[in-house]
């Protein structure tokens, strides 16, 4: 079976802080696809990244950065610099084989920016 | 990337009452859609699968006489509640993966209320 932990229910910094999402995953699958996503209050899901169990390398992107790390089946986000726009729920999720297959949700990590 | 247009973005109904919720892949074909619930403050979880021309695939747990699923269309999927209760209430979604893709696309997602 797969699942996908986020143990930090709630986050509140305040603006220019760094901050990082953890999230821990479990699958007996060698190949799987891990995603972060944010939901704004407005509800739509919108893509942030996805990563195939064969990639670790880390990746930037602006602000954003992801660390991967199959030893430790985790799958860590991090905001540099957090602005208030930041502030959203933020899901991790696993994809049990295929990249568009259906997708396994953690319980989201609501993230507060206070100016 | 491919859209996905879900509708209503909202809508309250009377307890008793069935609401259908649309989901139209506007620039692509959309063999599968994948129908999430989301209830306030919780995780997204997979509800049922539907397949162009053939029954959907509920989850475990999901009344699939409660949810109708209907995928006549390769643009075209529709979730029914029939005999909406206040539990119903709820955050629906729908996903649908596109050929050549990394990610699954999502709609906006429909915001229920059942008073």
């Known amino acids: 079976a797969q699942k996908v932990t986020q143990a930090q229910t709630e986050i509140s910094v305040v603006e220019k802080e760094d901050v990082t999402l953890d999230c821990v995953y479990e699958t007996r699958d060698t190949t799987y696809y891990l995603f972060w996503y944010k939901q704004p209050p407005s509800g739509e899901l919108v893509f942030l990244i996805r990563?195939?169990?064969?990639?670790?390398q880390n990746e930037i992107s602006g602000r954003y950065s992801w660390n991967f790390q199959k030893s430790t089946s985790s799958f860590n986000f991090t905001i540099t610099a957090s602005q208030v726009v930041d502030s959203a729920v933020y899901f991790c999720a696993l994809s049990p084989q295929g990249g568009s297959e259906k997708l396994v949700f953690g319980k989201g990590t609501k993230l507060t920016v206070n100016p | 990337g491919a859209v996905v247009s879900q509708h209503p973005s909202w809508v309250i109904c009377k307890s008793g009452t069935s609401v259908k919720i649309e989901c139209r892949s506007l620039d692509f074909q959309a063999t599968t859609m994948f129908w999430y619930r989301q209830f306030p403050k919780q995780s997204l979880m997979l509800m049922a699968t539907?397949?162009?021309?053939?029954?959907?695939?509920?989850e475990q747990g999901v009344e699939k006489d409660k949810f109708l699923i209907n995928h006549a269309s390769l643009t075209l999927s529709t979730l029914t509640v029939t005999s909406a209760h206040p539990e119903d209430s709820s955050f629906y979604i729908c996903?649908?993966?596109?050929?050549?893709?990394?990610?699954?696309?999502f709609g906006q997602g429909t915001r229920l209320t059942v008073v």
């Open positions: 990563r195939n169990s064969f990639d670790e």
């Open positions: 539907s397949n162009e021309g053939s029954k959907a695939t509920y």
């Open positions: 996903s649908a993966p596109v050929a050549g893709w990394t990610e699954a696309f």
